[in-house]
């Protein structure tokens, strides 16, 4: 038998590698292992850097710098389980660097970690999945991404995920897409409510916590308010608010009822169902600052519906909110200050406030928190709004010295809320004395002068309220706050355009103020605002109207009418029609000029500095010129113009001369009354008057800059006043006043001229020749002997104010201009019951003077009389 042999093993095939185990203690060799093509090699390799990655946030961004980023998104799509699990938990950790996110987005990962949410993975893949999502999901951009490549359907579906840990990533990623309006459109389709109101009931308060917040974004769509209230909701909300230990999720809770209660039906059902008493009763009675907060804001949210206000009203809301008002944190009164302002929309709320808010908001304005008052004046503002009551009540509790001290507030709403109260109160004459008596007008300087439109606009509209009293208008120019307000003419807001006329035309009812804001450019900058279609209003235009009416020459040459209530003063003048935007130079500017060929400027002043005569003066001591001068006297204070030379004696008018020239054509003026002496004669009393003219600067000190300038006097004018006053005024039948008025006045411009002759009269050369002898375009009325229409009417009109009749000055075509005047039926005298109204009637001042011709169709009218 032989020996018996070992049997040798057999060495391993020459092509295979031998096993190598490495211990790697450098994560850069790790990240290189993540291109290996053994499974086993990159599953290691994936668990050894998620260790580290978990170890903070330099590990982080070390993996990024080693460039492990890029060779792990191909990992997630592996054909190995293990690989794929363990990359995905990388990503899960790593996403919360945010030079990370921002590679992830441009390296288009996103569908390859919304696979990883399909069902069949598991749960540790779900886990890790959503915490990416969750991570990346903090930025629109990736927001965007993740809903375009469907990925809320799955995450709404792991809401029933038994693990907690994806439920949590999965609500806090659904919280941050639904910022998105169009996410809250489709998870109403994916019917997501129900499932994220079981997450209410979860055990952990991380997890309720974020579907609460989730609701709150949500439930600010109508449709969605209607599907939690479907799915009873409410009630959970509810029982939330009645579990103690949950306290922590009340004020998440109350921001979804809020939300809720805007929901007619829903507040309709929770008010059926007691719930909104222990609503109301949890927010009067808890001591947490940020629950009351809450529910007053959840208040104001829903009390913004007319009907939701009435159910609020027989809650008895007021009482929680006054209640509210008493909290010592800030945040708590600011948020009852504004569901009180909303719940002023409802009457009965505005009366229950009176006694029991009303003190306490005022008290409010007094704070060192300027929120505070804002608040506690917006809701002043709403409840003295069309409430008088609630406007007595504030400033009975001392409240005008609470907000003509906001009116300095840091904040522009408090000065704007402040304001508009300050607006309400002064509806009332007695509070606005007192609101002026407070010095408001110096308050109000400051709002005027703000860059807030709110506050301007409130401000100037203050103005217009408060400046209805000459002394506080008087105040107001005095302590400057006129020029801001013209300012605010230019604003290209619309509103503060239209209070800061408002308050101009307030303004300008007394003469010093409206001279004032003329002065400060007023009436052009309302005259450029009236020619833009665009930017004009109503209050633009009366402003502007009513600073004409204390510039009359410019008034009748902008628009050709003077209403009798325009009464003609001395110095107004007629330049002539102008067109809008062309400036009107004043008086003294055009006596300077040297004639010219353009028409005659008209001037009415009754100031005479010429001697009267010995019969005047014995005139004056006659009994019924007295008696006409106290009737004309109250005429004139009714009226509320300030001169009254036109109605004296011309005895009692010494004005100093202006020049020898004036008087000189004077007599030049009262012998043409009589018959000519002569051509001769005539062309020596020229020379004369040209020597006269020539010597005049002499007499009136031209060497005297210092002396006053007077415009001419018109001693001619001055009789004609007297005349009328002494002769016209005692008359009792105002159609007999006009008549002879009428005829006194054509007597003195020519008389009666036919229609027939009227291309004869030749009153051009008879101006032509007073323009010369005056050397000057300007023209006393009193001077014309000889005037057609314009001319008659302009002194009709003058005449005819001096003496009180009421009529008015129109401007026609041509030369054309009438006077017209509005008369009772005297038929119609002594007769019981509703008079009709006056009729309005044409004074012929050159056809038939004194005729009055009906003013029925003005065209037809006009047509047969000119």
Not at 150 to 161: A, C, H, K, N
Not at 438 to 455: R, Y
Not at 474 to 495: A, F
Not at 527 to 545: D, G, T
Request: hydrophobic share 40%; with cysteine.
């Amino acid at each position: 038998m032989g020996k018996k042999i070992k049997k040798e093993s057999e060495p391993p095939p020459k092509d295979v590698f031998d096993p190598l185990t490495i211990e790697s203690k450098k994560a850069a060799t790790v990240v290189l292992m993540l291109n290996s093509p053994e499974e086993e090699i990159l599953a290691k390799a994936c668990e050894a850097i998620y260790r580290f990655a978990l170890k903070g946030e330099e590990n982080k961004a070390t993996l990024l710098e080693l460039g492990a980023v890029e060779p792990l998104t191909k990992l997630l799509n592996h054909e190995d389980k293990i690989v794929r699990r363990n990359a995905t938990m990388i990503f899960g950790i790593l996403a919360s660097n945010n030079d990370v996110k921002k590679l992830l987005r441009e390296l288009d990962v996103m569908n390859s970690v919304i696979a990883q949410l399909a069902a069949e993975e598991e749960v540790v893949i779900h886990e890790f999945a959503s915490l990416c999502l969750a991570n990346m999901s903090a930025e629109y951009t990736s927001k965007v991404q993740i809903f375009e490549q469907g990925g809320l359907e799955p995450l709404i579906r792991l809401l029933s995920s038994p693990d907690p840990d994806v439920k949590k990533n999965s609500i806090e990623c659904i919280y941050n897409l639904v910022q998105d309006f169009q996410c809250r459109a489709t998870l109403q389709e994916l019917n997501a409510i129900p499932p994220i109101l079981d997450l209410l009931k979860s055990e952990y308060p991380i997890i309720q916590l974020l579907a609460l917040k989730t609701l709150g974004v949500i439930t600010n769509d109508k449709e969605c308010r209607a599907m939690l209230r479907d799915s009873q909701g409410v009630d959970h909300l509810i029982k939330i608010l009645e579990t103690k230990e949950l306290s922590d999720l009340h004020i998440e809770a109350l921001s979804v009822l809020a939300n809720c209660l805007e929901d007619m039906d829903t507040m309709v059902m929770i008010q059926q169902t007691g719930d909104l008493k222990k609503l109301l009763s949890f927010a009067e009675n808890s001591t947490i600052p940020d629950i009351q907060k809450n529910a007053a804001r959840a208040i104001t949210k829903a009390a913004y519906d007319p009907e939701n206000r009435k159910l609020f009203h027989e809650q008895e809301v007021e009482k929680c909110l006054v209640t509210l008002l008493g909290s010592e944190n800030d945040g708590t009164k600011i948020a009852a200050s504004q569901a009180i302002s909303a719940m002023c929309e409802n009457s009965g709320s505005k009366e229950f406030f009176n006694n029991q808010g009303i003190p306490q908001l005022i008290q409010l304005l007094k704070s060192d928190n300027e929120e505070v008052r804002e608040a506690s004046a917006l809701a002043l503002a709403n409840l003295t709004t069309c409430n008088p009551a609630n406007a007595n009540a504030a400033a009975e509790g001392d409240g005008i010295d609470a907000l003509i001290n906001a009116l300095s507030s840091k904040r522009d709403g408090a000065i704007a809320n402040a304001a508009t109260v300050l607006t309400n109160m002064a509806m009332q004459e007695s509070l606005r004395l007192s609101i002026q008596s407070h010095d408001v007008m110096h308050a109000l300087l400051s709002p005027l002068h703000s860059a807030n439109t709110v506050v301007q606009s409130k401000a100037a509209l203050t103005v217009a309220a408060t400046a209805c009293d000459v002394e506080a208008r008087t105040e107001l120019r005095n302590s400057g706050g006129l020029e801001p307000l013209v300012e605010l003419l230019h604003s290209k807001n619309d509103e503060v355009r239209r209070h800061a006329s408002w308050a101009i035309m307030v303004c300008a009812s007394d003469e010093p103020t409206a001279a004032e804001l003329c002065r400060l450019g007023a009436l052009d900058i309302l005259e450029e605002i009236n020619l833009s279609v665009s930017r004009k209003n109503k209050f633009s235009e009366a402003a502007h109207n009513k600073l004409l009416n204390h510039h009359l020459s410019l008034k009748y040459s902008q628009t050709g009418y003077l209403s009798s209530s325009n009464i003609i003063t001395d110095g107004v003048y007629d330049y002539g029609r102008i067109n809008p935007g062309t400036k009107l130079l004043p008086l003294k500017d055009l006596c300077l000029q040297e004639p010219s060929d353009r028409r005659a400027i008209l001037l009415v002043n009754s100031k005479c500095d010429a001697s009267p005569t010995p019969s005047m003066e014995d005139k004056s001591s006659d009994v019924g010129y007295g008696r006409s001068i106290s009737s004309s006297s109250s005429l004139r204070r009714a009226s509320k113009e300030k001169t009254n030379a036109g109605f004296g004696s011309p005895t009692e008018e010494k004005s100093e001369p202006t020049s020898g020239r004036n008087t000189a054509l004077s007599k030049s003026a009262t012998k043409e009354k009589g018959s000519r002496k002569g051509r001769v004669k005539k062309e020596e009393e020229k020379v004369k008057e040209e020597e006269e003219v020539a010597v005049a600067p002499k007499l009136t000190g031209e060497g005297s800059p210092d002396k006053e300038w007077l415009p001419p006097s018109d001693p001619d004018f001055c009789v004609y006043v007297y005349e009328v006053t002494r002769s016209i005024l005692p008359i009792t039948s105002i159609k007999e006043q006009v008549e002879v008025l009428a005829k006194y006045v054509a007597e003195k411009m020519g008389g009666k001229i036919p229609k027939e002759k009227l291309h004869d009269f030749s009153w051009e050369l008879h101006i032509s020749e007073l323009k010369f002898q005056l050397k000057s375009n300007v023209v006393p009325i009193g001077l014309i002997k000889k005037g057609i229409f314009y001319h008659r009417a302009l002194l009709f009109k003058a005449l005819a104010d001096r003496i009180g009749i009421g009529c008015s000055l129109v401007r026609g075509e041509y030369g054309r201009a009438w006077n017209e005047v509005k008369l009772m039926n005297e038929s119609r005298k002594g007769v019981i019951g509703a008079l009709p109204p006056p009729e309005t009637y044409i004074v012929d001042l050159m056809f038939h003077p004194g005729a009055l011709i009906k003013l029925r169709s003005r065209e037809a009218d006009l047509y047969r009389f000119l």
